[in-house]
């Protein structure tokens, strides 16, 4: 006889949210390797080391990302990974470039790779509402499960 265990809690849907720069990004950098061929093979010594500048492109690609989660972003740029919790959190900067920027209690700032403000919709599904969408695209979405929780009869 087997015996399943029955969930003591109910099964939520995990929101997560990774931002980073497309993988296809490596194509163009290994063809620059392949223009760079010539050159750095040349009779001129030391010309080898342009290759320094694609492995440092492929480096950027591979790891610089920022991951939202319903507990806090997690974000890893080349040299380092960095956890900030929502509640870390004071608010997001946007930059003229619509680069944005996590602003945290202490009014330090922190990059985060690759999100760009049409992404701030998407931050604030998953942060459950503790960042508010500027554009308004989310709130029903992030509403809803306050509502239905309202619904359901007490017992």
């Known amino acids: ?50 290759y ?39 608010g997001l900067s946007i930059s003229k470039r619509a680069k944005v920027r996590a602003v945290l209690t202490d009014d330090s700032t922190i990059p985060l790779p690759s999100v760009r403000t049409r992404h701030l919709p998407v931050l604030a599904l998953v942060s459950g509402g503790r960042l508010e969408d500027p554009t308004g695209l989310v709130d029903d979405l992030i509403t809803a499960p306050v509502k239905q929780q309202e619904k359901q009869p007490e017992e």
Do not use: N
């Not at 399943?4 to 931002?19: D, G, L, M, W, Y």
């Not at 050159?39 to 342009?50: R, Y």
């Not at 440092?56 to 919790?85: K, M, N, Q, S, W």
């Open 52 to 90: 320094v500048i694609p492995l440092a492109l492929i480096v950027y690609v591979v790891r610089a990302r920022t991951v939202a989660t319903p507990e806090g972003l997690a974000v890893r740029t080349v040299f380092g990974h960095r956890d900030l919790p929502w509640e870390a959190l004071k």
């Open 1 to 50: 006889m087997s015996e399943t265990a029955e969930p003591t809690q109910p099964v939520r849907k995990r929101r997560k949210a990774t931002f980073r720069v497309p993988l296809i990004a490596l194509l163009a950098i290994f063809g620059l390797m392949v223009c760079l061929a010539p050159t750095a093979f040349a009779d001129v010594p030391g010309l080898w080391a342009l």
